[in-house]
């Protein structure tokens, strides 16, 4: 390609590594973290936050405050949405399945296996799943509730939701 005079190259300015990188500037120090971050074409920047003590719109709101500082709308024009995890959208890091022990998950499995129950557990491989099913038990005439601790790894769960129980 030839570069004639009085023509300028445009190079993409907004990459996600950018817009990231200005966010963890911003929270480096506190329990947030980035659940999720996507820029879609034509510069639609999409950030979910969270936080292990959960997050608060105050906390969403200066960081979106922040990144509007950081990057130049006269350089390259953007949309901005900066919000916290939606309770139907499924967990996506680590840190999510952390903040939810105690909390009732359904999990969908890669291999089409279905599981819900009460997350007992986080470690670097996977999660630990306490679930409360009917089974058959020998000496007993009828099927009765077992308690079993099913390990699930995270290479393993296609999608993982938070049960929303109304007691």
């Known amino acids: 390609m030839t570069i004639r005079e009085g ?12 817009v ?29 936050l969270d936080s292990d003590s959960g997050i608060t719109i105050e906390a969403c709101t200066e960081v979106h405050r ?3 500082k950081q990057m130049d709308r006269e350089v390259e ?3 901005l949405v900066v919000g916290s995890p939606d309770l139907t ?10 903040k939810n022990i105690g909390r ?3 999990i969908k499995s890669k291999s089409t ?10 470690d670097d491989l996977g999660i630990v799943l306490q679930c409360r099913n009917k089974e058959e038990v020998p000496g007993k005439k009828t099927k009765q509730w077992v308690d079993r601790e099913i390990p699930i790894a ?12 109304f007691k």
């Open 7 to 18: 023509q300028q190259l445009k190079y993409p300015v907004i990459t996600k590594e950018i």
């Open 20 to 48: 990231a990188q200005h966010i963890e500037e911003r929270i480096a120090g506190s329990d947030i973290f980035i659940v999720e971050l996507v820029v879609r074409p034509g510069n639609g920047i999409e950030v979910t």
């Open 154 to 165: 995270f290479d393993d769960i296609e999608s993982a939701k938070i049960v929303i129980q």
């Open 113 to 122: 296996d279905k599981f819900e129950g009460i997350l007992k557990n986080v």
């Open 104 to 106: 009732t998950l359904a």
């Open 89 to 98: 959208k499924p967990l996506l890091v680590k840190r999510q399945y952390v």
């Open 66 to 68: 922040y990144l509007l």
């Open 77 to 79: 024009d953007y949309s």
